[in-house]
């Protein structure tokens, strides 16, 4: 039902790296490829946040995923492709938070991070 709108590609890692450094740190991440998913990403609305000297740009991105995708919080994104290849959003992008399961589909909100 839902397939025919997952027009769009995500190039889905996730991070293998376990353990502790030294100081009790995380060690730093790892991301390796998990694989390309068939996706619908969309922004429902950006807007600017001014506060005092500082402007920030907010954009509220959310993508959908099939249900049996493998997609779970803090996986990222390496970029999202139409079906031929092409790109349509460059940049890495965060899976945040929980991935909500619905009827149909799974649904992720989606953070920019390069």
Known sequence: ?????????ALVE??????RDGW???????????GTLP???WSN????????DKTAMVEDMRALFALSADIAEHDEI????DAK???LISG????EGPVQRKHTHQEAALKRIG
């Open 24 to 34: 009790n740190n995380p060690v730093a991440p790892d991301f390796q490829p998990l």
């Open 45 to 52: 609305a950006s807007r600017e946040i001014v506060d005092g």
């Open 14 to 19: 996730r991070n293998q790296a376990s353990g």
């Open 39 to 41: 996706c619908f990403v």
């Open 92 to 95: 890495r992008l965060k899976v």
């Open 78 to 81: 390496a970029g999202i492709t």
């Open 1 to 9: 039902m839902i397939a025919g709108r997952l027009t769009m590609r």
């Open 85 to 87: 290849g092409n790109t």
